[in-house]
């Protein structure tokens, strides 16, 4: 089988007959699309993994924003309060 591919890539003089020159053609035109699905197949894993690897670091990402928020509002309340206490600890100066 492989001598017909051979045979095919060679400039046809007429020394083989004509249906093992196409034979050999139509073997290395189907291990080229072989070739190119299996790549189409690497190319689509790739993809699959790049997608979902987006997806986790989005979710990742979402999950430190509301961290983030959340505790900006703490520092916020802390600082009200903080301010509340001073003024209460604050002494009264006695006016005469």
């Not at 007429?14 to 080229?32: F, K, M, P, Y």
């Amino acid at each position: 089988m492989s001598d017909l591919r051979d045979n095919s890539k060679g400039t046809w003089t007429g020394d083989g007959r004509l249906d093992h020159i196409n034979a050999g053609s139509l073997q290395r035109i189907a291990d080229a699309v072989e070739k190119v699905a299996l790549r189409y197949d690497e190319l689509l894993l790739a993809r699959k993994y790049a997608e979902e690897s987006r997806d986790s670091w989005q979710h990742c990402a979402k999950l430190f924003e509301r961290r983030n928020r959340a505790l900006r509002g703490v520092i916020t309340k802390l600082r009200a309060r903080l301010a509340t206490a001073r003024l209460a600890a604050k002494p009264t100066t006695p006016q005469t």
